[in-house]
């Protein structure tokens, strides 16, 4: 299996969508780049543990892609041996009457995960800069001062709101969490397909609505919106990683080994060693269980 630098996905300077490429050739067959994820997954569940007891650090997933990116089988397969317990799944959907009540953010603050665990953000607080800029109309719905009509919604705006993200992510990265970003870079020709097969594969009918052509005829502005979001907020605390997202099982395997390999670099993430005086009576202990026999 060809070896991919996963530096090499991360974004440390400017970018242009439009020149990367959403299909990289591993060289290996789907079920070797299974079985490499499988060994990838393993590896993750065990860090995940030492990452519980050191109970210092939180890890924050973001995904972010077009609609049919493979968001949600990317979840259900990384994370597959993971602890139930220790990591939670948000999908952030159109903003609800009590979440408009309150900042662009507030929502997805209270979902940050806790020591020890990880949060998995299928669509983000990116999306605020994504399919609001698109529809600026439903900014609007935010209530905010001197924001009565979409004229008002300025260059300057989306610049402040940037650097709220930039804000946000850099302040809680301080205090412990660690956060990578992804974006399931999709070609326009495979979403196609994928809605193509929504539509003909009974089982997944209900995955397909007719906004998604609409959405889709937006394609280029999306496009642009993505691109400028990823130059403004892939920082070193908060990078992040295209990836190539043509082929599913290509596109989880990276995902997994960035997270694996970024996670990897805390190597103060260990579990805690037992008090002296614990150490010193094992055997007692050990003896005092075994002689209730």
């Not at 309150?102 to 990116?126: C, M, Q």
């Not at 993200?165 to 495979?190: A, C, P, T, V, Y």
């Not at 990897?264 to 007692?284: F, V």
Request: charged share 30%.
């Amino acid at each position: 299996m060809k070896n991919i630098e996963i530096d090499h996905l991360k974004v440390s300077s400017n970018i242009k969508l439009s020149s990367i490429p959403t299909h990289i050739d591993v060289e290996a067959s789907e079920k070797k780049k299974e079985k490499e994820l499988d060994k990838i997954r393993i590896k993750l569940s065990k860090l995940q543990d030492k990452l519980y007891a050191h109970n210092k650090y939180g890890v924050l997933i973001c995904l972010q892609g077009m609609d049919t990116a493979g968001k949600d089988s990317l979840v259900r397969e990384v994370f597959k041996e993971f602890n139930a317990r220790g990591v939670v799944v948000h999908s952030f959907k159109t903003p609800n009457a009590n979440e408009l009540e309150h900042d662009f953010l507030w929502r997805h603050y209270i979902a940050l995960p806790e020591k020890g665990k990880f949060s998995v953000f299928n669509r983000t607080h990116y999306e605020n800069v994504l399919v609001t800029r698109v529809h600026p109309n439903y900014i609007l719905n935010e209530n905010i001062p001197g924001i009565t009509t979409v004229e008002n919604i300025t260059t300057e705006f989306w610049e402040n709101r940037f650097e709220s993200i930039n804000n946000f992510e850099k302040h809680i990265s301080q205090n412990g969490i660690i956060i990578l970003k992804f974006f399931l870079h999709l070609s326009k020709e495979e979403q196609r397909h994928r809605l193509i097969r929504r539509l003909e594969t009974e089982k997944h009918n209900w995955k397909f609505s007719p906004s998604d052509l609409n959405e889709r005829e937006l394609w280029d502005e999306y496009q642009r919106c993505y691109e400028e979001a990823i130059n403004k907020t892939s920082k070193a605390y908060a990078p992040w990683y295209i990836i190539p997202a043509d082929n599913k099982e290509t596109a989880r395997y990276l995902v997994a080994k960035s997270i694996l390999k970024e996670l990897e670099k805390y190597t103060d993430i260990k579990e805690p060693e037992l008090e002296q005086e614990i150490k010193d009576n094992i055997k007692m202990y050990r003896d005092k269980l075994a002689s209730e026999q």
